[in-house]
């Protein structure tokens, strides 16, 4: 990063600007490239400027195969895209005497030598602690904080660049806090600059306390009691509607009020949260996402309600509520509404849930089609929207597929909601609920170190209720996935671990198709696969949506059981749930089975989409090499060995056997196919 950095001074405060002659990146606030401190426009394309941003971040050169599987859903041609993109690319960062997008070999790298990039700037100045800096210097790192990082870049079903470009936002607006925090200590409040800062610092993190409490400190210092109490009465009802405890809020209120302010500055949320749980003496149970079902509005004769549409939303009722994770209201209240023609964001206000599930039916000739539409009853934001068509049936029959893929949609698209609203707060804020879901964030990422993070949230959670049949059985999982993927030290403790935890699920709640998923898992860890399939069947019958367990199903019969229902469990996975974070392992399962079955080309079809997944471990393109090895397909294996070389250097084809609970003959097929690539 040669050109360095300017300071300039505004109105007594410093702030950073690159030389007139620099070429400059910003990427915290809107995407921009300038040139001479002019901005340059932009291509309309985002993954141009998502490439972009991830080269520009990046450590080093980048490899075309990553680039490929950060940006796109297996397309055609995900190589002749990334060439495109690099040409248009070209056109913005390059100029006629420099050349910024170096490729060499199979490699893509952006040479910033001679420009700069905020983000750079703003994590060299704060490697040491932030304590250590001049405030002059404090103010200038935010005036390069323009925004969130590359505000409004987002692209459609590309969860890993979203997991990628999340992952940088929270980075980045942490930073945000921890700079305004440091400004503010050393400010006074009075001063306009104090209060801006401030002002920001609530903005940032409005259900954390610390801004809070100097806000009421300060006002109540200077007398203006009135207005602690106004900022005190919005902040709860904000709290209130998050479903936030706000009572050490108010407790901290009252005691700055009366001057013992500086005792309880040293206690967190999470601390005060728990000391009034232990006063009590009862546990407050975790609180689970709501949600309302209305009745299905009939189109396609008088646009009014029909015996149909009413008994499809009692259908997705009666299957959500099998589900064991949200609070579905009954029948009875949505239907009393429906009869009233209330609107279905009005109903979600007066039932006072948090989603709200409406939608339509059209009959035409011997088509049915079924239109659905999720919403935030809060904001009557919609978070998810979808049609299905079905051939048409007796009006009074149940549309069983549609009505199981339609709830296994309704669940995923609530639970990624909850996920992200859950990983922006602070983590001394977090209820029970959303530190389960924080750890879901983690958990779906397969690091070794994200694993450790998911469980720390799941205990987190579990702390709070000791009843959280789901939060057990994602805690099973982390065991699971310790055992199964990242080869620790003591296996067998992991086993024992996941197997414990399964057990504490199906204590805390046995109807939780969940928590037979966990023992499922946990027994086939063991070598039960008898049990485990009982456990697995079980929890497909309590919840016949539950892709997960369809799944399962595949994993075990697609190994050593039989492949023909591997096949039929994995194809029911994909249908209820096409956009899972477990896909990749649905689509291998499928494949395992047309291996053992020596149907070698739909084996290496169905395992290369599955390697080809944005989160699919090396456990995965092991299983596409097996395959495509065993279609003839030699060069495209080592391709795929090579590229899982440079990610697991030291993984060898006994680990992938050991993980596994292959039967003997298929052991000796897998092993004699992968000794062909070398």
């Not at 300060?218 to 902040?235: P, W």
């Not at 004769?301 to 008994?311: A, F, W």
């Not at 009959?363 to 079924?370: I, L, M, P, R, S």
Request: glycine share 6%; aromatic share 8%; hydrophobic share 45%.
């Amino acid at each position: 990063m040669g050109a360095g950095v300017g300071i300039c001074v505004e109105n007594s405060i410093e702030v950073f600007a690159l030389p007139s002659s620099g070429f400059c990146i910003r990427l915290l606030g809107p995407l921009t490239v300038e040139k001479l401190d002019i901005a340059v426009a932009l291509p309309s394309s985002r993954k141009v400027r998502a490439l972009l941003a991830y080269l520009a971040c990046a450590q080093g050169p980048v490899t075309r195969t990553h680039l490929c599987e950060l940006l796109w859903d297996v397309p055609n041609d995900p190589r002749g895209e990334l060439r495109w993109c690099l040409s248009r690319l070209r056109a913005v960062v390059d100029d006629e005497d420099r050349t910024r997008i170096c490729t060499v070999s199979d490699t893509v790298a952006l040479d910033l030598s001679d420009g700069e990039l905020d983000v750079a700037i703003l994590t060299r100045a704060t490697q040491g602690k932030l304590h250590d800096l001049p405030i002059e210097q404090l103010y200038s790192l935010r005036a390069l904080l323009r925004g969130e990082f590359v505000a409004g870049l987002d692209i459609d079903r590309n969860p890993e660049f979203a997991a990628w470009s999340g992952g940088q936002r929270r980075r980045f607006r942490d930073l945000h806090i921890a700079i305004l925090e440091e400004t503010v200590a050393r400010m006074t409040i009075d001063t306009p600059e104090g209060r801006e800062c401030l002002e920001a610092w609530l903005q940032l993190a409005p259900f954390d306390v610390r801004p809070h409490q100097v806000l009421l400190t300060s006002l109540s210092r200077a007398g203006r009691v009135q207005e602690g109490d106004e900022h005190m009465g919005a902040t709860v009802r904000r709290f209130e509607a998050e479903g936030l405890e706000w009572l050490p809020l108010r407790e901290l209120w009252r005691s700055v009020r009366s001057g013992s302010h500086g005792a309880l500055a040293r206690t967190n949320a999470f601390e005060s949260v728990h000391l009034q749980s232990d006063i009590q003496g009862t546990a407050k149970p975790t609180r689970r996402a709501s949600v309302c079902v209305m009745p299905f509005v009939d189109r396609s004769d008088s646009g009014n309600r029909s015996t149909l549409g009413e008994g499809f939303a009692e259908d997705i009722i009666t299957r959500l509520a099998k589900l064991r994770m949200l609070f579905v209201i009954a029948r009875g209240s949505v239907f009393a509404l429906g009869e009233r023609n209330i609107p279905p964001q009005e109903a979600g206000r007066l039932l006072n849930v948090d989603y709200v599930v409406s939608g339509s039916i059209r009959q035409h000739q011997d088509h049915v089609t079924f239109f659905i539409e999720l919403a935030e009853a809060r904001n009557s934001r919609v978070v998810w929207a979808d049609e299905f068509n079905s051939k048409a049936m007796d009006a009074f029959t149940l549309h069983a597929d549609i009505a199981d893929r339609i709830v296994e949609s309704i669940s995923k698209e609530i639970e990624t909601t909850e996920r992200n609203r859950a990983v922006l707060k602070p983590p001394n804020s977090l209820d029970a609920w959303e530190a389960y879901h924080c750890g879901l964030w983690h958990m779906y990422r397969f690091s070794a170190a994200d694993n450790a993070r998911a469980a720390h949230f799941f205990e987190l959670a579990l702390r709070q209720d000791r009843t959280f049949a789901r939060a057990y059985a994602a805690m099973s999982f982390t065991h699971f996935q310790n055992a199964f993927l990242h080869r620790p030290a003591d296996r067998e403790a992991e086993i024992a671990r996941a197997y414990a935890a399964a057990g504490e699920s199906l204590s805390a709640d046995d109807h939780d198709p969940a928590a037979h998923w966990a023992m499922g898992r946990a027994l086939w860890l063991r070598g039960r696969q008898d049990d485990a399939l009982i456990e697995l069947e079980e929890c497909v019958s309590l919840s016949p949506n539950f892709a997960l367990g369809h799944y399962m199903l595949a994993f075990v019969h697609g190994q050593s059981g039989d492949p023909r229902l591997a096949i039929a469990s994995s194809e029911c996975s994909r249908k209820l749930s096409p956009f899972d974070p477990l896909l990749f392992a649905m689509l291998s399962a499928r494949a395992l089975a047309h291996f053992r079955l020596g149907e070698y080309e739909e084996a290496a079809h169905w395992a290369i989409k599955g390697a080809a997944r944005r989160n699919a471990h090396v456990h995965i393109k092991m299983i596409a090499a097996g395959c495509l090895s065993a279609a003839g397909r030699l060069n495209d294996a080592r391709e795929l060995v090579g590229s899982m070389r440079e990610t697991a250097p030291n993984y060898r084809l006994q680990d992938f056997l050991t993980a596994f609970r292959f039967s003997p003959e298929a052991a000796q097929q897998f092993r004699t196919n992968v000794e062909r690539i070398g």
